[in-house]
């Protein structure tokens, strides 16, 4: 647009824009495979797929399907897949070296190794152009929750440590229980460090609130044999198809559980009553009310 610093004769239709492209010249091993974004914003669980070629790194065709996702997924070590794009460009950024070649996978595959891996011949807009590229987002309940260990147990928002809303530690997230029974809810309770009882107290009244996640994570189921909270069988939401299902919980548990030393055995009291001349009558057994 001609004209001097400071004064033009310039309109909006003058406007320049541009387009920047990234890459990435690191060396890689061939078949490698990663998730790529421009954007430090981006989550490490999603972006473009990439795979290494020749020993560059090559965003994936636009044309892979739903099981091609699943798969890279599984591949990089996630559960599974939440969903997936087909013009990554426009959400991760532009790449400069754009494969003209596609994964299509099976829903049996688990490595792209097993996938069919086709050349698109029909138009080079249609793959190798800088939008064109296959994004994945794979299902990551840790991301943006508390680190915790696979088969954690915790209590929260109780009066008290031995009492509150049980959550589960599940993919490295914490999770609500959405069904607890007495053998599991005393497994919890050792898991915790109360090891002097072989039971708790249930509640499925909500007292100690709710959290609303969402999570493929169901519930911990426990059998009169098992002797460890790790014994026990996981059970989560079912995946239909490529993607992992999740859901909140209908009912979120709570727990209390005990320890001996609170009372004298054989002692009587009246609790939460007005005066203390009435309340609910309780004994101590074992130490506890």
Same mark, same amino acid.
């Given at each position: 647009?001609?004209?001097?610093?400071? @004064?033009?004769?310039?309109?909006?239709?003058? %406007?320049?824009? $541009?387009?920047?492209?990234?890459?990435?010249?690191? +060396?890689?091993?061939?078949?490698?495979?990663?998730?790529?974004?421009?954007?430090? #914003? #981006? /989550?490490?669980?999603?972006? $473009?797929?990439?795979?290494? &070629?020749?020993?560059?790194?090559?965003?994936?065709? /636009?044309?892979?399907?739903?099981?091609?996702?699943?798969?890279?997924?599984?591949?990089?070590?996630?559960?599974?897949?939440?969903?997936? &794009?087909?013009?990554? =460009?426009?959400?991760?950024?532009?790449?400069?070296?754009?494969?003209?070649?596609?994964?299509?996978?099976?829903?049996?595959?688990?490595?792209?190794?097993?996938?069919?891996?086709?050349?698109?011949?029909?138009?080079?807009?249609?793959?190798?152009?800088?939008?064109?590229?296959?994004?994945?987002?794979?299902?990551?309940? +840790?991301?943006?929750?508390?680190?915790?260990?696979?088969?954690?147990?915790? *209590?929260?928002?109780?009066?008290?440590?031995?009492?509150?809303?049980?959550?589960?530690?599940?993919?490295?997230?914490?999770?609500?229980?959405?069904? *607890? %029974?007495?053998?599991?809810? +005393?497994?919890?309770?050792?898991? *915790?460090?109360?090891?002097?009882?072989?039971?708790?107290?249930?509640?499925?009244?909500?007292?100690?609130? /709710?959290?609303?996640?969402?999570?493929?994570?169901?519930?911990? @189921?426990?059998?009169?044999? %098992?002797?460890?909270? +790790?014994?026990?069988?996981?059970?989560?939401?079912?995946?239909?198809?490529?993607?992992?299902?999740? @859901?909140?919980?209908?009912?979120?548990? =709570?727990?209390?559980?005990?320890?001996?030393? %609170?009372?004298?055995?054989?002692? $009587? /009291? *009246?609790?939460?009553?007005?005066?203390?001349?009435?309340?609910?009558?309780?004994?101590?057994?074992?130490?506890?009310?």
């Amino acid at each position: 647009c001609p004209g001097t610093l400071g @004064s033009s004769n310039c309109n909006h239709y003058d %406007d320049i824009a $541009v387009r920047c492209y990234s890459r990435d010249l690191s +060396s890689c091993i061939n078949g490698q495979i990663r998730l790529w974004s421009a954007y430090n #914003t #981006t /989550r490490s669980n999603e972006g $473009v797929l990439q795979i290494c &070629k020749g020993g560059q790194w090559y965003s994936s065709c /636009r044309y892979g399907n739903c099981y091609t996702a699943k798969t890279a997924c599984k591949q990089l070590g996630y559960e599974g897949l939440a969903y997936y &794009k087909t013009n990554a =460009g426009y959400y991760y950024g532009y790449y400069y070296l754009n494969d003209r070649y596609y994964y299509s996978c099976s829903s049996s595959a688990t490595s792209l190794s097993q996938c069919s891996y086709i050349y698109y011949y029909y138009s080079t807009y249609k793959c190798g152009y800088y939008t064109k590229a296959f994004g994945v987002v794979c299902y990551d309940p +840790s991301h943006g929750s508390a680190a915790c260990d696979n088969g954690d147990v915790r *209590l929260i928002n109780g009066q008290t440590d031995n009492e509150g809303r049980v959550e589960y530690c599940y993919s490295g997230a914490w999770s609500p229980v959405c069904q *607890l %029974d007495s053998t599991t809810a +005393s497994l919890m309770c050792k898991k *915790l460090g109360y090891t002097q009882f072989k039971w708790g107290t249930v509640f499925d009244d909500e007292r100690f609130g /709710r959290s609303d996640i969402s999570s493929n994570f169901n519930y911990v @189921s426990c059998s009169s044999s %098992d002797t460890d909270l +790790s014994e026990c069988s996981t059970h989560n939401e079912v995946s239909t198809g490529c993607y992992v299902s999740s @859901s909140v919980c209908t009912t979120e548990y =709570g727990l209390q559980c005990y320890n001996p030393g %609170d009372c004298s055995d054989g002692d $009587v /009291r *009246l609790a939460d009553g007005d005066i203390v001349q009435e309340g609910r009558p309780e004994v101590c057994i074992d130490g506890v009310w």
